[in-house]
């Protein structure tokens, strides 16, 4: 199983970015997803997560009406659309997917996750 990040880069604040996560090797199975982050010199947090379905989502306080997570399953591929990014925004973004359906109530932790990708840099000035 592969996660593949990708679609980072330098944006100025109150720009637009978005990121894509590719899956390879899961095909076939149903997995939820989620993105997380590490700025500089702190601990990685959660960002958003995503049901199978699409039905349910989740975000993190700091990124909510702002970041949107979606997901294309006939292209095993999971997106993040980050809307009006701030200089706090910077960090390097990774991809996860959690071999189940659903994710609700422990989209949150690390440990819920199978798979990460390598993850993708976003830097935003001011």
């Known amino acids: 199983v592969q996660l593949q990040a990708f679609g980072g880069g330098l944006v100025q604040a109150g720009g637009s970015l978005r990121l894509s996560c590719a899956a390879s090797g899961l095909t076939g199975s149903s997995y939820a997803a989620g993105w997380f982050r590490q700025a500089p010199g702190k601990e990685r947090e959660f960002v958003a997560a995503?049901?199978?379905?699409?039905?349910?989502?989740y975000y993190a306080d700091s990124v909510k009406g702002r970041f949107t997570i979606s997901r294309d399953n006939a292209k095993n591929t999971v997106y993040l659309q980050m809307n009006s990014l701030k200089p706090e925004d910077t960090a390097v973004y990774y991809c996860a997917a959690r071999v189940s359906t659903v994710v609700g109530g422990l989209h949150m932790f690390e440990y819920v996750y199978h798979y990460w990708g390598q993850g993708t840099l976003v830097t935003v000035s001011s």
């Open positions: 995503i049901t199978w379905s699409g039905g349910s989502t």
